[in-house]
């Protein structure tokens, strides 16, 4: 699976942004999808999951409320709705999947990654 990010780019804190990742898989309908991402100097972190059909989803408690994700199966595209972004979301936001259905926080349970978007929020 090869997944392609976009929609990175430098906004106000406060602002909106809404990234998306496409995936090659024609079988896109299969794969959980998730966000990480990683902010210079510091660890990879998960953000949220969404389940093969986007019936569950998860977030981390830092974005809980202020970020949505979802997904668009007919065109193997899944989206990163981010609002009210603060400067600590700066950071590469990276596209994962993974086949199972398992919305897993641990970035060694998605073997298919991005390259990786970059956002940079300023004050």
């Known amino acids: 699976v090869q997944l392609q990010a976009s929609g990175g780019g430098l906004v106000q804190a406060g602002d909106s942004l809404r990234l998306s990742c496409a995936a090659s898989e024609r079988t896109f309908s299969s794969y959980a999808m998730g966000w990480f991402r990683q902010a210079p100097g510091k660890e990879r972190e998960f953000v949220v999951a969404?389940?093969?059909?986007?019936?569950?989803?998860y977030y981390a408690d830092s974005v809980l409320g202020r970020f949505t994700i979802s997904r668009d199966n007919a065109k193997n595209t899944v989206y990163l709705q981010m609002d009210s972004l603060k400067p600590e979301d700066t950071a590469v936001y990276y596209c994962?999947?993974?086949?199972?259905?398992?919305?897993?926080?641990?970035?060694?349970?998605?073997?298919?990654w991005g390259q990786g978007t970059l956002v940079t929020v300023s004050s």
């Open positions: 994962v999947a993974d086949s199972r259905n398992y919305l897993s926080t641990d970035t060694r349970d998605y073997h298919y």
């Open positions: 969404i389940s093969w059909g986007g019936g569950r989803t």
